[in-house]
């Protein structure tokens, strides 16, 4: 139920186009896989998925039918990010404290390489209806998780300190939720 719910509203193909052709790509908080199978096939990019849940990555390596997917188990505020063409954290932010949503961010800018793009699928606090939507899903799917969103321009900002060129894209999609693409390019 969770991952058919989860594949509403997630704009694969658009992720996917954001991200560079080649290199390495990591998928932080990767879950069952979605997003890094979905991406693995359609390049020749190294796709690694980071989580902390042991059945959740083992539902994705049995999803897999591509040879340059790897799924580690790691905590992603502590794993130790190799340098990185790209990086997907899709509707992950939220659940983690403020401090935590930095501490993860400047791991990831740390590692990013010039040019490298960092795609961010989150809520916008500002959505009015929208957001109250998405916590209502964010409650019925996670409903002992503290949940933290971003207004669009905090999240910005703070992308911005750290040193990622930031296109927002509000993404309209049949389904009662908040759904933004924050498209980070490091300088």
Known sequence: MKRFVKLLFIPLAKIDAA????GTIYDVGCGEGVIANYISRTSQRII????????????????STSSNVTFV??????HKYNRMNGCVISDVLHHLSKQSQRKLLQRISAAMKPGGVLVIK????????LSKLSRLWDFVLYPKDTINY????????????LNFKVVHKQVHR???ASIHLYICTKA
């Open 19 to 22: 991200l560079p052709r080649t």
């Open 48 to 63: 690694i998925g980071i989580d902390q849940d042991q059945a959740r990555l083992k539902a994705g390596k049995l999803s």
């Open 73 to 78: 188990k790691s905590d992603i505020i502590t």
């Open 122 to 129: 989150e809520i916008n606090r500002s959505d009015m209806v």
């Open 150 to 161: 971003f207004s669009q321009a905090e999240i910005v900002s703070l992308l911005n300190s």
């Open 174 to 176: 049949l389904v009662p």
